[in-house]
Structures are given as C-alpha cells and as structure tokens.
C-alpha cells in the first residue's frame, strides 16, 4: 500500500479490546468504558481475517492494542494464529505490564517478538495519581522475574517497592491496610527469589532487604508560614497567594525548613533567629527544636538551601499553604506531607526502617541492634570486593562472613 505522500505502508495497528484493568485520566472515564456486546465485537476468526487482508496487501508488522490487550482471554490464540499469517514478519504488542508475570512467556512462545510497556511516571504517588487505581510496584514486580527469566540473573538487581511507604503516609504507620500491604511485599519478594530458584543462581545469591527511611504518625498540621504573615514577615495578594516573604517555612514533611530571602542580611536574620526561639521557649505552637544551618551541618551532616531548621516538641507535619489555617489535622489520603504517616525529622523519633539479609556472603543468625543508612553501601561494596574511601558510613562486619 503506498499512501497520498508516496509512502509504503507496512504497518498495521490491530486493537483487540477497548477494556482495561487501569482507569488512567489521559484515556478513559473514572467508571471505565460500557463493555460491549459480543455480537457487537469481531471475533477471534474475524480479526485473523484482516491480518490476512492486511498481509495480502503489504502489511508485514503487527501491533496488538486496546485497551489493554492482556484482559482479552484469548489473547495468546490471537497473537499465535497473527504471527502465522503469510507475509507478516512481525507481531509487537503494547502493554501495561501488570499482567506480564502470567502472560509474558505463553506471547514469547506464540510469536511476539517485541513488548512496548506503558510507564507514565516513576514515581508511585504519581502513577497511582494517573493510573486512578494502579500500583508502581505490580508493574515493577512484574517485569523483574521476566528479566531473570527470559535473559537470565544479572550480576546486580535492584528492585524498588513503594506501595509500604504510600499506605503509612496516606493512613498511618501501623493501620491494618498497612500490614495487608506489608504481606503482599512478602509475596512479591517470594516471586522474585522463586524465578532466581528456578533459573538463576540461587545458591551463590546475596538477598538484602532494607529501606530507606522509617516513618511517625502524627494527627496535626502546623501551616508555620501563619506565624511568619502575624509577624510582618510574609504578604499575601487578595487572592490569598504569596506576594512578598522575607522569610518562608518549606515543608519536609516533619520538619520546617526556613529559607530567607535574603541571607546575607545579617540583620533579617537575627530577627527571625530570635522570633524561632523566643517561640520554642515560650512552648508556643509546640515547637520544641530550632537548628541553624551550622547547627543542622554539624550535628547531622545536613545542608541544603535553607538557613533554619524547626521541629515540633511532640511530631507534627508541617504544611507548606500560605493561605491555611495556623493548625490544621492530617487527613488520610491527602498529600504525604500532610497525612497520618510521615518522615523527614529528628531521626530518632522515626520507626526504624529495616535491614534483613541472607546468601553466601552473610553470618547466618547475626544480629545488631542498630546501624546507620550510611553503612548500607560499604557493606555492599564489601560484598563486591573493593572498599569505599572518604564516606561517613561504615562496613557492618558483624554480619559478614569472615574470609
């Protein structure tokens, strides 16, 4: 086929279904798409018919989409009889990936040559936010075994699974959703370890566990930028958006982070230095910990671009909304900043995060009580074999074997 500008078409797009296991806001209604009749839809002999229409006229390649073309139940069939068509060289299909791990070697085996996954963001609010009721991590969970599987264990893998820390930060640390999700972090790392079983080197593995931070509940909200506005120090338009700060509480979550416009004005920041402790003396606002930027370095290694550092005497989320009431509480579900569960203060006050590992490089049944996340990584490049110079964390050798 040759089209209006010359060119040869070789390319045909073949959409099996316009249902989908995703709700994402960029391609379908919140509720989903009305499901068809059957007679209303071509069937499995139909479609083959004009992949064999197509093929007879010079298409060679085949795309398989839909919606998603993984919840038509007889996809696979489709998928063999396409790629046996005379003249067709090539069958691709585009796919979300969440049901990859129960799909991906029968379409190998029926002749898909190629897979485009559909990714929209990596970051797991984010895909949840677009997806409407989608998981980073099935995704994630779904393709890692097939990598182990269809191109064999690599030297190093790293798996990230996000869903833990979104259910703590949108309903608490220890909610009952929050140990349903921790079971299914358990499951998904069964699968993981069964396909390195099956077709990896198991026995000469390394498995480590661990995180990256721990998490606190807490119930309010304190919108600091309030005390800044009372104190001549912020302005707001008559729209109730910032206009003018001199200085502006950013929000980490369970810490402020104070940023003057000004730094170098020696005299602006006194004044706020001694409105931020003249406010944890009093015990308003429970404010229990003012750090300067020295203070914060010094004491926890800590530097970016702010210039104080506020926590609350009891944990409390800090907002970041100008415009918000002085006080307000979490709200489950919301934004992570703002909801049950969060991070980003005083270390101390945060659940401690975990670290389990197993494989031929650990002391089987050894024990610490605690380390640091900095320690993480040189334990690691132990395992590798090389050492790691000029860093602040340390090899955790009680738990390695001894040479």
């Known amino acids: 086929m040759i089209d209006t500008f010359g060119r040869s078409i070789t390319y045909l797009r073949v959409s099996v279904t316009d249902l989908c296991n995703l709700r994402c806001r960029y391609c379908m209604p919140e509720d989903g798409v009305c499901k068809k009749e059957h007679a209303d839809m071509l069937t499995e002999d139909e479609l083959i018919q004009a992949v064999e ?19 038509k139940k007889n996809i696979v069939s489709i998928c063999r009889r396409a790629s046996r068509v005379p003249g067709i060289r090539e069958v691709c299909l585009t796919t979300n990936g969440i049901l990859l791990p129960e799909l991906a070697r029968p379409l190998k085996e029926a002749g898909v040559s190629r897979l485009n996954l559909s990714l929209d ?6 895909y949840t936010y677009i997806t409407r009721n989608g998981s980073l991590d ?23 699974m996000c869903d833990l820390d979104s259910v703590r930060h949108k309903l608490g640390v220890d909610s009952d959703t929050a140990k349903l999700q921790l079971e299914k972090h358990d499951r998904e790392l069964g699968v993981l370890m069964e396909s390195i079983r099956r077709y990896g080197d198991f026995e000469n593995t390394n498995f480590i566990v661990m995180g990256d931070h721990g998490q606190t509940d807490v119930a309010q909200v304190i919108n600091f930028n309030r005390v800044f506005q009372d104190a001549g120090l912020q302005r707001l338009d008559e729209n109730g958006k910032l206009e003018a700060f001199d200085a502006y509480c950013h929000s980490t ?18 004044r706020v ?34 210039d104080f550092i506020i926590e609350g005497k009891e944990p409390m989320s800090f907002g970041y909304d100008p415009a918000a009431p002085l006080f307000t509480q979490t709200v489950p579900g919301g934004d992570y900043k703002t909801s049950p569960g969060t991070h980003g203060g005083l270390p101390w006050r945060d659940h401690r995060t975990t670290f389990f590992a197993c494989g031929p490089a650990f002391e089987k049944g050894a024990v610490i009580d605690q380390a640091r996340i900095v320690d993480e990584a ?3 490049a132990s395992i590798f074999g090389f050492e790691m110079e000029d860093i602040d964390g340390k090899c955790l050798d009680t738990l390695l074997k001894k040479a």
């Open 53 to 71: 229409a197509a093929a007879a006229l010079g298409i060679t390649k085949l795309r398989i989409t839909g919606g998603e073309p993984l919840v």
């Open 138 to 160: 099935d995704f994630t969970n779904a393709v890692a075994p097939d990598i182990i599987r269809d191109y064999g264990q690599p030297d190093v893998m790293f798996v990230k």
């Open 253 to 270: 979550g369970g810490s402020g982070w104070i940023e003057l416009r000004d730094p170098n004005d020696e005299a602006l920041r006194e």
């Open 378 to 380: 040189p334990t690691m």
């Open 273 to 306: 230095y001694r409105l931020l402790l003249d406010i944890r003396e009093s015990g308003k606002y429970n404010i229990g910990y003012v750090f300067t930027k020295e203070e914060a370095r010094e004491q926890f290694h800590l530097t970016g671009p702010f």
């Open 121 to 126: 963001t990596l970051d797991p609010q984010k």
